[in-house]
T-cell receptor, first 111, second 113 residues
C-alpha cells in the first residue's frame, strides 16, 4: 500500500532555531518524494523533490530508503517559513502518475 | 511563471444540485488532475486525465463525478448531485510530462448545504 505519514500536525519553533518536519512513506517500488508548501491563502507549491537534491529557501530533504523517510530540514528557521508543509510521493500504482499526500504539518515560526 | 487558474474560488450549493468546477491548466501541459481536501484532512487524489480520457480514478470518484476537457483549454469537474460530504477544497493540477512536477491551481472551496 502507498502511504505518506507526517506524524506532527503542528510544529512550533523560534526564529533562528533548527526545524525538522518528519515524513515517512510506504511504497512498494522506487519512490519519488516531494515536499509541497502552502503559505497562507496561497496555492500548493513545490518546495523540493528528492531527485533534484537541491536546497530551496534553505530547506533540504534526504531520502533514506532504509528508514523510508524523507524529512525536511532547515538549520535556521525564519518567520516567513510559517506555512503548511505536505510531503508527497509520486505513485504510478493504478495506471497513472499521481501524488499521494501526507496530512501535512503546520509550521509556525515565532519571533 | 504560468499558473493554473480555477473558478470560482468559492461555490455554495444546495444538496442534490449539480456543480461544475472549472480549471484552466497551463497551456502546453498534457496531464490534468483533480484533488480534493476535506477540511482538516489530507489532499486526496480524485482523477487523472490524459489524451482526452481518464487515466485513473480513485474510489472517491464515483458515478456522481465526471471530468471533461470541452474546448482544449478548460478542464472541468462536474458533481451531478452534491452531497454534504462533498464539501471540500478542490484543487486542479497539470503537468507537462509524466514524472514532472505538478502545478496546482488555487483551489475552489465547495460548500454543500
Amino acid at each position: 500500500a502507498q502511504r505518506v505519514t507526517q506524524p506532527e500536525k503542528l510544529l512550533s519553533v523560534f526564529k533562528g532555531a533548527p526545524v525538522e518536519l518528519k515524513c515517512n512513506y510506504s511504497y512498494s517500488g522506487s519512490p519519488e518524494l516531494f515536499w509541497y508548501v502552502q503559505y497562507s491563502r496561497q496555492r500548493l507549491q513545490l518546495l523540493l523533490r528528492h531527485i533534484s537534491r537541491e536546497s530551496i529557501k534553505g530547506f533540504t530533504a534526504d531520502l533514506n530508503k532504509g528508514e523510508t523517510s524523507f524529512h525536511l530540514k532547515k538549520p535556521f528557521a525564519q518567520e516567513e517559513d510559517s506555512a503548511m508543509y505536505y510531503c508527497a510521493l509520486s505513485s504510478t500504482q493504478g495506471g497513472s502518475e499521481k501524488l499521494v499526500f501526507g496530512k501535512g504539518t503546520k509550521l509556525t515560526v515565532n519571533p | 511563471e504560468p499558473e493554473v487558474t480555477q473558478t470560482p474560488s468559492h461555490q455554495v450549493t444546495q444538496m442534490g444540485q449539480e456543480v461544475i468546477l472549472r480549471c484552466v491548466p497551463i497551456s502546453n501541459h498534457l496531464y490534468f488532475y483533480w484533488y480534493r481536501q476535506i477540511l482538516g484532512q489530507k489532499v486526496e487524489f480524485l482523477v487523472s486525465f490524459y489524451n482526452n480520457e481518464i487515466s485513473e480514478k480513485s474510489e472517491i470518484f464515483d458515478d456522481q463525478f465526471s471530468v471533461e476537457r470541452p474546448d482544449g483549454s478548460n478542464f472541468t469537474l462536474k458533481i451531478r448531485s452534491t452531497k454534504l460530504e462533498d464539501s471540500a477544497m478542490y484543487f486542479c493540477a497539470s503537468a507537462g510530462l509524466a514524472g514532472t512536477r505538478e502545478f496546482f491551481g488555487p483551489g475552489t472551496r465547495l460548500t454543500v448545504l
